[in-house]
């Protein structure tokens, strides 16, 4: 166990919805970040947050957005779902802005239909 | 141009064999980090091995150790003593930092397979 939380764990949604992943980050770990792995692909990264603030930006769609709240908790928004968002949305966290390590939560697997 | 190269999609290994996963990077950064993930069929990432651009010795946890070679940029896992848990995706990663701000990057990973 990362001790990093993702919720939904699984979600099938129709083209067109808007969805929500959570994710809680380890204890005292100020930074997060959010990857999209497709099927049979590596991680893009796209987005990075840093003691509530945004710090760093990957190949994250307009349609797609994210904030971290004061209690360091994070959401990514994903809305007007295509076929082609479904993958699995990973979670990580680690202590400082470019922490040694970076944990990872088990993943939210979307399924958009 | 890739900044982490993996170029073995797939590799089978024998049990209780050493087995060797290929990863070259590129940056022009002198302070880096690496990395490498193991991915099993349910999702999960799991962190392995860390080694930083400016430590001299070859980072070992366990059964992984990482060989780091600075000139050439790569930092090959090797996993000694396969185990058929070892079965997984694996991937390598870098740390880098851009304009002030740090990104992981992943390579394609390797799907190792250990043979019984």
């Known amino acids: 166990d990362s001790g990093v939380t993702q919720t939904p764990k699984h979600l099938i949604t129709a083209t067109g919805q808007r969805v929500t992943l959570r994710c809680s980050p380890r204890?005292?770990?100020?930074?997060v970040y959010w990857y999209q792995q497709s099927l049979d692909q590596g991680l893009q990264f796209l987005i990075q947050y840093y003691n509530g603030e945004e710090r760093a930006k990957g190949n994250i769609l307009e349609r797609f957005s994210a904030q971290q709240f004061p209690d360091l908790h994070s959401e990514l928004n994903l809305s007007s779902l295509e076929l082609g968002d479904s993958a699995l949305y990973f979670c990580a966290s680690s202590v400082e802005l470019g922490g040694n390590t970076i944990y990872f939560g088990e993943g939210s697997w979307l399924t958009v239909v | 141009a890739q900044k982490i190269t993996q170029t073995q999609p797939g590799m089978f290994v024998q049990e209780k064999e050493a087995v060797t996963l290929d990863c070259t990077y590129d940056t022009s950064d002198q302070s880096y980090g690496l990395f490498w993930y193991k991915q099993p069929s349910s999702g999960e990432m799991i962190f392995l091995i860390y080694?930083?651009?400016?430590?001299?010795q070859n980072a070992t946890e366990g059964r992984y150790s990482l060989n780091f070679q600075k000139a050439r940029k790569s930092a090959n896992l090797v996993i000694s003593a396969s185990q058929l848990g070892d079965s997984a995706m694996y991937f390598c990663?870098?740390?880098?930092?851009?304009?002030?701000?740090?990104?992981?990057?992943f390579g394609t990973g390797t799907r190792l397979k250990v043979l019984a």
């Open positions: 990663a870098m740390r880098e930092v851009t304009s002030g701000t740090y990104k992981y990057i």
């Open positions: 080694q930083g651009s400016y430590d001299e």
């Open positions: 204890s005292g770990d100020l930074s």
